[in-house]
């Protein structure tokens, strides 16, 4: 009922702002001011990601083959005026159902202000959207990372410089209806360099992260369903994308102290490489590892993956997983087939 609801209002909401502006008298009609109404494609833009895909293995650790949805999204965003805008992403299948809800403010050329529920600025596998992540799954990497988070964040770059720079406080609980999980806050920062490099399709991307927060019950995948106690991450990714070529690579370091319990210090990594062979095929490599120096299982994993791309909107993942000293019947088949339409200006993290 509650998904019905959202998706109700979401489509009332579009027929309402796509009401003729007539119906929305000005006192003003020679106003500079830019108008919601009179800037429709300006003031909001549809996206839509729809992946399907199946997960197949001899014998089953857990779960079971079959088909499944992995992700069923509608995204609206836009700009209300020069600088001010918004974005908002529900997801149809899993929980929760509201994914971002975020409004932005452009300070001053370059630098903005963002408040609401979004992706901490930690971890590039996190916060590549959904749509452009490089295998079927992300990778186990982004265990240890905060993910969406409910708070604000100030952004821009240095002037006249290739450096980016993320300063974020949040919660710390991810997004909760119930609010913080205490009186503490997270603190959330990262500072990327991203030279321009010869060739339209060329790019590099290497950044530094880092996060602190004091928690009194978070769910930390691989870790804890309720962890209580300190939690400091240092983080380090890279991407470069160099004619057919691509490299990646992103490790986590965490120190945790938790209340009444010896403290311990998880940790995650992963290398990929990949060479387009056309416009159509890419081969990608993967060597992955998520250590939570715990009781929890330890996992390192080799993954071949294939990507069929249809057009700029659609395409089709294969993924040949094969566990560190494995047998054939743990290895695992992923398949993804998935169109992504991002709309004009959604251009978010998501």
């Known amino acids: 009922m509650k998904k019905t609801n959202l998706l109700a209002a979401v489509i009332l909401f579009i027929v309402i702002i796509f009401q003729p502006s007539e119906l929305y008298p000005q006192n003003d009609k020679d106003s500079t001011q830019k108008s919601i109404f009179d800037n429709v494609y300006d003031a909001i833009s549809l996206g839509v990601v729809v992946r399907f895909g199946s997960e197949l293995q001899s014998e089953r650790i857990s779960g079971n083959n ?17 600088d001010a805008g918004y974005f908002i992403q529900t997801s149809f ?25 979004f992706k901490a600025p930690f971890s590039r596998e996190v916060l590549i959207s959904t749509s452009d992540i490089d295998f079927v799954d992300r990778s186990v990497v982004t ?9 604000v964040q100030f952004r821009g770059n240095l002037p006249g410089t290739a450096i980016n720079f993320n300063a974020g406080v949040f919660n710390g609980n991810r997004f909760s209806n119930e609010g913080n999980d205490n009186n503490k806050m997270m ?37 804890s369903n309720s962890f209580e106690g300190k939690r400091i991450l240092f983080g380090s990714d890279t991407r470069l994308v160099f004619n057919n070529f691509l490299f990646t690579a992103e490790m986590i370091f965490g120190n945790f102290e938790p209340v009444g319990n010896s403290n311990f210090k998880p940790k ?27 009781f929890s299982p330890w996992i390192n994993q ?13 395409q089709i993942q294969f993924n040949y997983v094969v566990p560190e000293n494995s047998q054939f019947d743990e290895h695992l088949l992923l398949l993804n087939a998935q169109i992504a339409f991002k709309g004009k200006d959604l251009f978010i993290v998501d």
Do not use: H, M
């Open 66 to 82: 079959g088909f499944e949805f992995r992700a069923v999204r509608l995204r609206v965003g836009g700009e209300i005026s020069e």
């Open 302 to 314: 080799n993954i071949l993956g294939v990507n069929y791309i249809i057009n700029d909107y659609s």
């Open 187 to 223: 603190y959330v920062s990262r500072v990327s360099y991203t030279p321009k490099l010869p060739g339209n399709k060329n790019s590099f991307e290497i950044a530094l992260n880092f996060a602190y927060s004091e928690d009194k019950s978070v769910d930390i995948p691989g870790i």
């Open 143 to 151: 265990r240890l990372a905060p993910n969406r988070q409910l708070g």
């Open 268 to 294: 995650s990594y992963q290398v990929t490489a990949g060479y387009k062979f056309n416009e159509k095929i890419e081969v990608l490599i993967r060597k992955q590892e998520f250590n939570s120096d715990t």
């Open 93 to 117: 299948i899993g929980s929760p159902i509201l994914l971002d809800a975020r409004i932005y403010f452009q300070l001053s050329p370059g630098q903005f202000l963002d408040a609401g529920v």
